[in-house]
C-alpha cells in the first residue's frame, strides 16, 4: 500500500511529544498505523525528545523549556504505533469491509455495521465519537458509491482520512490510508469514487460553510 497524502510535520511531531489533542490524535494515530514514513518521522521526534532529556541532566533549563521536555516525557509514555505496514484488518458482518487502524476501535469497534449511523441526506450518513476533548469534532463519514457530499468551505481546519473505498476533490484522489489535511478558507466536493461506498474519519476545528440552504439549516441539528 503505497501512502500519497500525509498530515502536517507540527501534527506529528506534537503527536510525538504527547501534546496533541485527543480529537486530533485519533486521526494521525490511525494514519501512523498505515504510514511508515510518518511512523519514522515520530520516531525522529521521540529521539529529539531524549536529547533534550539529556540535556536536562547536564545545564539547567528555563521554565519553558522544562515544561517542553515534561511534555516530551508525556509523549515517551504514550502507547507506540504497531511497527506493520498494515492497519488491522477486520471482517465486517455484511459484504462491505472496512479498515479498522487499532487507534480506532478503542472508540467505534471493529463492525462498522454495528454503529448507529446518523443519515446526512440521501448519500451520506455519519458516525460522531465522542472524546474527552472540546478541541475539534471526531466522526466517520460514510458516502455512497459515485456519490459527493455537498459543496463545502472551512472555518477551520479539518482532517479527512480514509478508511475504505476512496474520494476525489478539488485538490486530489485520496485513497485507503490517506489523509487530507486542508485550512480555513479551502473549498471542495468530495465524490466517492471506485464504485463503492467511502468511509472516512473526519476531524474538524469549526462548523463547514455550506453553499446550499438545506445543509445549512441542518448544521445546528447534525452538529457539522
Same mark, same amino acid.
Given at each position: ?10 501534527? /506529528?511531531?506534537?503527536?510525538? +511529544?504527547?501534546?496533541? %489533542?485527543?480529537?486530533w ?13 510518518c ?50 484488518? @477486520? =471482517?465486517?458482518? *455484511? +459484504?462491505?469491509? *472496512? ?14 455495521? =454495528? ?13 460522531? /465519537? ?13 458516502? @455512497? +458509491?459515485?456519490?459527493p457530499? $455537498?459543496s463545502?468551505?472551512?472555518r ?19 485513497? $485507503? ?8 478558507? %479551502?473549498?471542495h ?7 463503492e ?11 463547514? @460553510? ?5 445543509p445549512?439549516?441542518?448544521q445546528?441539528?447534525? @452538529?457539522?
Amino acid at each position: 500500500m503505497t501512502i500519497h497524502h500525509h498530515p502536517g510535520e507540527d501534527l /506529528i511531531f506534537s503527536y510525538a +511529544a504527547g501534546v496533541l %489533542a485527543e480529537s486530533w490524535s485519533i486521526a494521525i494515530a490511525s494514519h501512523l498505523s498505515y504510514c511508515p514514513t510518518c511512523r519514522q518521522k515520530s520516531r525522529h521526534a521521540d529521539i529529539v525528545g531524549a536529547s533534550l532529556l539529556e540535556e536536562v541532566e547536564t545545564e539547567p533549563l528555563g521554565t519553558n523549556a522544562v515544561n517542553h521536555v515534561l511534555s516530551l516525557i508525556d509523549g515517551v509514555e504514550q502507547e507506540k504505533i504497531d511497527d506493520r505496514g498494515a492497519p488491522d484488518v @477486520k =471482517n465486517l458482518a *455484511s +459484504a462491505e469491509r *472496512s479498515i479498522v487502524p487499532s487507534a480506532l476501535q478503542h472508540y467505534v469497534g471493529s463492525d462498522l455495521d =454495528n454503529l448507529p449511523w446518523q443519515r446526512l441526506g440521501s448519500d451520506a450518513s455519519q458516525y460522531l /465519537i465522542e472524546t474527552g476533548d472540546d478541541e475539534a469534532k471526531v466522526r466517520l463519514l460514510r458516502i @455512497k +458509491a459515485d456519490r459527493p457530499v $455537498p459543496s463545502h468551505g472551512h472555518r477551520g481546519r479539518e482532517l479527512t482520512m480514509v478508511l475504505s473505498g476512496s474520494f476525489e476533490d478539488e485538490y486530489s484522489r485520496f485513497g $485507503p490510508g490517506d489523509l487530507e489535511d486542508i485550512d480555513e478558507g %479551502a473549498v471542495h466536493k468530495p465524490i466517492a469514487t471506485s464504485g463503492e461506498d467511502c468511509i472516512c474519519l473526519a476531524v474538524t476545528d469549526a462548523p463547514l @460553510k455550506f453553499k446550499e440552504l438545506v445543509p445549512r439549516l441542518l448544521q445546528p441539528v447534525l @452538529k457539522i
